[in-house]
């Protein structure tokens, strides 16, 4: 099963980081009310004077950047696309979907697929960097395949 791109949603890694999260979600949200009856409501905090930028969903403060996390900033897009899918796929854990990654940085895009529909598109897909992945907050690749 090859990957229908039409349903993919683009998210861009970079605009996430620059306190895009809370925008792509709402982009995000009438897909996911497919699947989760009752979504959380998320909202972000950001501190220009202390550069800092966190997003608090479901009682939790996920920090994308701030200056008591060393390096942080130059790890901003990963972080910011392992927090926005963690988010998501939270809400989904008790369905039969996940919301995958595709690609990566400026052409991250994000799909609903089942754990089956996921595996068949990497039968497909001769590339590894091409396949469908969970993000985690792993540093460099955030669960990419390469």
Request: negative net charge; without cysteine; hydrophobic residues 40%.
């Amino acid at each position: 099963m090859a990957i229908d791109y039409d349903n993919a949603h683009h998210l861009d890694a970079e605009n996430l980081a620059e306190q895009g999260i809370a925008k792509a979600y709402n982009d995000v949200l009438p897909e996911l009310r497919q699947y989760v009856k009752n979504p959380i409501a998320i909202h972000q905090s950001v501190d220009a004077y202390a550069t800092r930028y966190a997003v608090h969903a479901a009682g939790q403060e996920l920090v994308i950047y701030g200056p008591d996390i060393p390096g942080s900033e130059d790890k901003s897009w990963g972080t910011a696309t392992y927090v926005f899918f963690k988010i998501i796929n939270d809400q989904l854990a008790s369905s039969d979907v996940r919301f995958y990654a595709l690609n990566g940085g400026n052409d991250l895009f994000g799909i609903f697929l089942t754990p089956s529909q996921a595996e068949d598109a990497k039968r497909s897909l001769p590339t590894r960097a091409d396949w469908p992945y969970l993000p985690d907050a792993e540093w460099p690749w955030y669960g990419q395949y390469h």
